[in-house]
């Protein structure tokens, strides 16, 4: 699978893949990193400096990697967004299920 | 000039930049009045159709209140940089952003109540809606007597204020701009208080860093003390223990997992309830990912800086035995240090931290009771005028009900910590089986609560009392109270029916969960709702 | 008003709790009000369970308090030696319970 897809259609973009994982998984080490790292370069330490810029690295790694299929979902979503919000409103007014 | 019993003065031109800056803020508010009253998701919601960095901003402000400073300078003073874990659990918004926001984005639920009824079906899903909202009604106005309190404290430290001033006065001056504009002027004033709460946190942080020495005057004054080991975060007391004073490999394993894979899920820690407010607000599912991950990195970034600013303090002042003492150092950093007018400055961004904190929960908290209370129970058929309205009156109701509980009954708010920290023991893993488990059923989430509140009374208080249980560590009682409140809500999942089929497979469709669904994406593959 | 911390505690679990129980009876009068048909909540495996579980602690708790006050006696000594004391008790309040029973489920029955 490629990593750094750019073209997803609407039905591939609502699955869940790899890229999630690979999202989460980037994210949590570079929250991880940037907590340690920020400590180290407020003091001047040479692994604080290393371990933000890995952070940040990984955190533009994240991006280029979930940026397109996120996009592709939102737009698909947000076409139908109306109709969803329009079933909402008849939940919230026991209208969907009165009867049922 | 103004010198209160601390002996920190307040020059004329301290007092000009304070009273500019909250004039800011409220007006900042106030001109969103149009917008705010609209209609209900305007109110609450400002639209749905705000871009990433409004809430994101939002997500750290409101993740800044006036006693997160003293929470972590207690934390970092107490345990050196290790303590910088106990805040990490800011971190659930890293897989949250990609997961449970996600979901819960594409469900377009107003409110963590609402969705409940969208997730499961039946009087079950009623019963969890109606529980919630009524929590999450009283919690906000918990939460606003709290920090209030907080401030009425800060300025008797201060200024020498009767309490009763510092508690009334700057909630209500944020509750002009709540009760003006709703959510727009909650959002548009945390961008101008996140903006300029960061600058001042950096500042007087980086000031207190300058006066013990600079960073590597830092570094050696730590060595000559022997107290090299505060600036690792990753010096632990061994593996692990069960000693309550120590802190081991398993108490930092333990906050990983929680903060991390806690983002699975949805509900299973207290910041969630005002994030899964921002994430409805934003205006694409890309939007809300984004500005939750981004509102939690920025947390990260600002716990950190404080972990150094107190190092720094630690260097200055490295024998407080008094908790209550140390717990100000960072304050004290500021209004000890800072030159004229940028005391005036730094109480500003003392300012906009707490009205950050009280707008947002002055909202919340209006939202439980207006969209799932009032809107859902009492009056269904409310025209959106009615619903601005009601959203005003509930706003005011919390206002004073949280004067009446900071200021006559300060003591219970001692009880807000046991219910911010319940909240994430017995009920984390099933807020997370909601999300990923077609199985999990509106019966076992509603007795996992109901045997949260109990299990955890028991656990934290009552056996250790009588002496039934000794006092264990805080990994210990994470894992016992997880475990205890399993033998309820499993048993309970495979005795009541799964929620209904066909409103699964609506769920199903429109929020797309991760996890194991495969029944119920097979029933929406069949129904030509999705594609294979 | 300022109470002791653990007072403060308990009063305030008991506000809060208070609140949230509110929030739930309002959702149940507002399901039976709205909703016609009722839910099943429980598997028929589940209420057999459960009814097995709810007669044997109440089985337990009888032979239990017959048992207490006579020294050296287990639940089984004293049920042989007063069998009367129990078992008529226990025939009038099942009779009462099933009459009521009987009368719920005519008064239910159409609706259900």
Redesign the interface.
Known sequence: MEIFKKNWTAAEADRWTVHDLLASLFGVVAFLLVTVGVIGAFLLQVWGFVCVAVALLLAWLMYRIIDPKLRAMSDAFEARQAEYLDDLEKTVRWEERSGT | MQEAATGIVFTPLDWVWTIMLILLMIVCGVIFYRLGKRSESDFFLAGRGLPWWLPATSVYATHTATDTPMWITGAIYQCG?RG?WYP?FA?WT??S???ST?IFR?S??MSQA?WQ??RY????A??????????Q???NM?VLAWVSAAMGKICVYLFGWPNWLGVVLFTSVCAVYVLVAGYWGVIMADFQQGVISFLVITLV?CWG?YVAGG??G??SKLADLGESWR?N?FHFDGFWGLDSGSFYAMDFITL?IMS?VG?LGMGNFIDWYPEAQRIQSAK????A?YSI?AG??VS??R???W??AI?AFFVLYPNIQSEAEYEMGWFRLGFEYLPAGLIGIFFAGIIAIHLSTVSTHLNLGSLYAT???Y????N??ATQEQLVKVGRWNTLFLLIGSFVLGL?????????I??LWLQAAGIWIPSILQVVWWRFNS?AYLSSWIAN?VMS?LVV?VLPELGLLPDLPNWVNFWLLAGLVALVYIPVT????PDDRDHLVRYYA?A?P?GFWRPVHEDAVKKGL??S | MELSPAAGKILGMLMAYAVSSLGLLLAYYNYRKRIVKADVIFTRTARWIIGSVVATVIGASILGAAAVGREGQGPLDALRDNWVGIVVPVAIFAFSFWMTWLLYRHFVGGKE
């Open positions: 940089a910088i990490f971190a890293a897989i952003a990609f997961v996600r594409r377009l639920a609402e009824n969208l079906s039946g009087l079950g009623e019963l969890l809606r109606g529980w919630l909202a009524g929590w009604t009283f919690m918990f942080s860093v960073p590597l830092i570094v600036m975060p990983l991390t983002g694409s599912v890309r939007d990912s991950w939690g990195f990260l970034i716990n950190s800086i972990a150094v190092l969209r799932d209370l809107h859902h129970y009492i269904p058929e006559t009954m300060q003591s219970i708010t001692s009880w807000l046991f219910a019966w509140l009374w208080w495979f005795m009541t029916k429109m797309r991760l999705i594609g």
